[in-house]
Every structure is written in C-alpha cells, then in structure tokens.
C-alpha cells in the first residue's frame, strides 16, 4: 500500500512524538514516583533503530516529528539522532522538534540549533525556587532558567508548558504571563491528566485534587485581559488565544474539559516500539517486533498502516464524576510527554 497514513475516521496522520527514553532527572509528582523502576537498558530501542522507525514514518507522510521522553537529553548520544533526522527536514519533514524539562538546555542548546531545530517546549509549572524543586522533587529552576536563555541565544523560538495544578501555581498565574511577556516567550497550560500510578495509594485521587479545569484558569485570565481565537496552529492539539493588551499568545491544551480528539493527527512511539494510537487508551502496536526481523522496510511499514487503521475515536478521560475515569495505568514517562 501506497499514500498518506489516513485512520478510519478519515483524519491524517501526519504528527508523531517520539520518546527516546523513559528515564528523567526529575521525578515530577504528577508525571512519576519518586523511586521509579525504569526499563532495563536492552529494552529500549537503539538510535539507530529509532532512525530507521522514524524515517519509515517520514516516508509515509509524517511531516511533524517531536522528539520527547522522559527527559531526552538525557540519552547518551542523543545529538547522533538529531543530527540523523535533521536530513530530513525540507525533504519531507517540516519541523524537528523536542520538548524538554530544560535541564540539559545550556549544553544543548546551540547544537540542536545546528541539527535544524528551531522551536522547543519546555515544561515548567513555577517560577518560585522552592516549589520548583518540590514539584520535580530534584530540579533546580536557576538550571532550567540558565537553559531558556541559552536556546533564546540560540535562536530557537521557546513555549513554556505548564501544567495547570490547583493549589500549586494558581496564584502564579500572572506572574508566569508576565514573565513570559517580559522575556519573549510563549506559554501554554495544560490540564492534569490521569497517567500511571504515582505510588501515593490513593488511585488517581491526588491527581482529581490537583485537577484545576483550564475554563476556570480561562476566566481568570479574562478578568485581567481580552482574550481573542486565534487561527494558529502548531499541530498539536492546543487552542491559541491572543491577549489583546499585552499581543501574547497563549495556547490551552484541555484534553478533559473539551477534549481534541476530532481532529487529532497524531501518533506516539515509545522508546521501546510500541506505537500507541491513542494517549488516553491502551491499545499498541509492537513495531520493534517487525524492525528486528527483517533489514527491509516493507514488515514495518505494513505494522505501521496495520496500527494506524486501529486508530479510536477518541479516549476516556473523564474527571466530571469525581474520580479520574480513563485512568492509565502507564506513566506519561513511558508513553511520551
């Protein structure tokens, strides 16, 4: 079979996220426990396969990789891999890109520039020390700022996510806008998702208190600003408002409060070679099974159209009856963030 990666609810896939590894030098709480066994080493899949898996996607249409983890940085090697797939940017592939926790930016920062990329999202929930190092159990905010900057110098254009967490970052919430306008940089929120286990025993019900739905955050904004849609797109599954008195954009990623399913183009790929059609649902396709087979690229790229046409509507998340519903039981780390 030749053409596009269309599913069977006629969306084209042409966006996939990549994670390199499931290993991190932080522990986030809402992402990881905080003694995580990680896999074993000969599980994950070698740069060079993930080359060959990722340029086997880029044959087939996908136009957008996002290369994430874990932490990708820190993979040993890591820039062998972007420097292999920066071959393809202009020869299918419109955008090579990460996100990062911004640990690893400052050495980082100017050879991922060299390998073509050009926009980065960086995962940061606060600007106060403290809680930063409470809420990644071991990061170090001066670090991540100190990174931020050195992409900027770079040249890379820098969006913030952060994870909308009620009674963590609430009342930062102008702060963050202000810092953001101050030093040029995009931010989106996202609402806290039922992902994995995170060893607290309480089955998800941490994660329903951190729950702060993003039309609340919305209307808070709106008391300070006039919020306008914007027409802008990234391909992900953020909608874009302008701040009409400051001229910031600010994306919103509400895979609860309205999710985005209905037009999702995406993919994910683990650094093991599951392919998983759907964040929020557990059906996978083995691609490392068919890559280690065979030297040819037809076993995988029939696993590849195989997966796609098992692609769901949508997923289950569901906060409304005050439990997380559609909870997953892997961890973010291990799907992609």
């Avoid at 329903?208 to 300070?224: I, S, T, V």
């Avoid at 954009?249 to 037009?263: A, D, K, Q």
């Avoid at 439990?323 to 963030?337: L, Y």
């Amino acid at each position: 079979m030749t053409g596009p990666l269309i599913d069977p609810f006629a969306r084209s896939i042409d966006y996939l996220r990549v994670s390199v590894t499931d290993r991190c030098d932080f522990r986030c709480t809402y992402c990881m426990s905080e003694h995580m066994t990680f896999l074993p080493k000969k599980e994950l899949l070698t740069l060079e396969e993930l080359d060959r898996l990722c340029s086997a996607f880029v044959r087939m249409g996908v136009r957008k990789l996002r290369i994430t983890g874990g932490e990708p940085l820190v993979r040993k090697g890591i820039m062998t891999f972007f420097d292999g797939m920066s071959r393809h940017i202009g020869a299918g592939l419109d955008e090579l890109t990460l996100t990062t926790n911004g640990s690893q930016l400052e050495r980082f920062a100017q050879p991922l520039w060299d390998a073509g990329v050009r926009r980065i999202n960086v995962s940061l929930d606060t600007l106060d020390p403290e809680k930063f190092q409470a809420i990644t159990r071991w990061g170090s905010l001066e670090k991540v700022r100190r990174g931020i900057d050195a992409a900027r110098a770079a040249g890379m254009r820098v969006k913030i996510n952060t994870v909308a967490l009620k009674g963590f970052n609430e009342a930062e919430l102008f702060d963050l806008i202000d810092w953001c306008k101050r030093d040029d940089l995009d931010i989106t929120f996202i609402e806290v998702m039922p992902m994995g286990d995170m060893g607290d025993g309480t089955d998800g019900t941490l994660r329903l208190g951190q729950y702060w739905p993003l039309k609340d955050l919305r209307a808070r904004l709106a008391e300070r600003f006039t919020l306008s849609e914007l027409s802008y797109k990234t391909g992900g599954p953020a909608r874009y408002f302008a701040l009409e008195e400051t001229g910031q954009r600010v994306g919103f990623i509400t895979p609860l409060t309205h999710n985005f399913c209905e037009s999702c183009n995406r993919v994910r790929l683990t650094c093991t070679g599951e392919l998983y059609m759907c964040l929020g649902q557990e059906d996978m396709a083995d691609l490392r099974a068919p890559l280690r087979a065979s030297e040819a690229d037809a076993p995988v790229e029939d696993a590849i159209r195989a997966a796609i046409a098992r692609k769901p509507k949508g997923h289950d998340f569901d906060y409304s009856r005050q439990r997380a519903d559609g909870q997953m039981s892997r961890h973010m780390s291990h799907t992609g963030g």
